[in-house]
């Protein structure tokens, strides 16, 4: 049986935390900066948590379940 293999998409986009949670990067922050306030753009450069409910597919997406 060969391994199971991770989704290179999956393990680009999320990172584990030290307590397991996992993080992840705001969407649109890439282009068409102009008309998005500073503020907002400031608020997307922080990262996030992935939410409970989503919690269970990203862990399966980086085989850590």
């Known amino acids: 049986m060969p391994k199971m293999k991770t989704k290179s998409s999956a393990k680009k986009r ?16 890439s ?12 608020a997307l450069t922080h990262s996030a948590l992935v939410h409970e409910a989503d919690e269970n597919n990203v862990k399966v997406m980086l085989r850590l379940k």
């Open 14 to 29: 999320f990172k584990l935390t030290g307590t397991g949670k996992i993080k992840r990067k705001h969407a649109f922050k």
């Open 31 to 42: 282009h068409i900066l102009t008309k998005k306030s500073k503020k907002r753009k400031l």
